[in-house]
């Protein structure tokens, strides 16, 4: 009777540090690769644009309400717009740089991103159905250029790098998908 309560205690057993081994698998590595420190004046511009239109209801609320006694609350929204615009034409584009990583290999694409909340978006190469480079205005003027990668649901991106990196990026994802599609036939 006690030697069935020991082989009972020792699958017990057994079956605990399997489940506390299934429960806490191994981390992935962080992403090794930054975008362009580039990114990081050009975003500040593109952020200042940007904050110009929450400029527009301040204004006119201000021409409307000025000497009532609802002055005060467009004073208040005045405030706050100045603050989201100075953070936005000056710390949140560092903070973002440094909290963008990417990894390609012949596997996947691993793009990890956030600030408050992180994101972390892993792309099997099998999915990836076309890969391009866009490039606006601002990002021309920098030298960058943001690298998309579409599959059948959604399309994402790397943003804001140096054109080289986002040529090589784009064509080492395609090659990496053809040669994935090549295998599965």
Same mark, same amino acid.
């Given at each position: ?93 560092? $903070? ?12 996947? $694409? ?27 205005? /601002? ?18 991106? /790397? ?27």
């Amino acid at each position: 009777m006690e030697s069935n309560n020991l082989k009972t205690q020792q699958i017990s057993d057994q079956t605990d540090a399997q489940v506390e081994s299934e429960s806490s698998p191994e981390l992935r590595p962080e992403p090794a690769r930054r975008i362009d420190p580039n990114a990081i004046p050009a975003w500040r511009i593109s952020g200042g644009l940007a904050s110009l239109f929450y400029w527009v209801f301040p204004l006119l609320l201000g021409s409307v309400y000025w000497g009532t006694p609802w002055q005060w609350p467009v004073l208040i929204l005045a405030v706050f717009v100045v603050i989201n615009s100075s953070l936005q034409a000056s710390v949140i584009p560092y $903070i973002r740089w440094r909290h963008w990583r990417y990894s390609i290999d012949e596997h996947e $694409i691993d793009l990890k991103r956030g600030i408050f909340v992180i994101t972390r978006t892993l792309i099997p190469i099998k999915r990836v159905q076309h890969v391009d480079t866009r490039q606006g205005p /601002i990002l021309r003027r920098f030298g960058l250029a943001t690298v998309t990668v579409s599959t059948a649901a959604t399309t994402h991106e /790397i943003p804001a790098l140096s054109e080289e990196v986002a040529d090589e990026a784009r064509n080492r994802i395609s090659n990496f998908a053809r040669l994935a599609k090549d295998d599965d036939v």
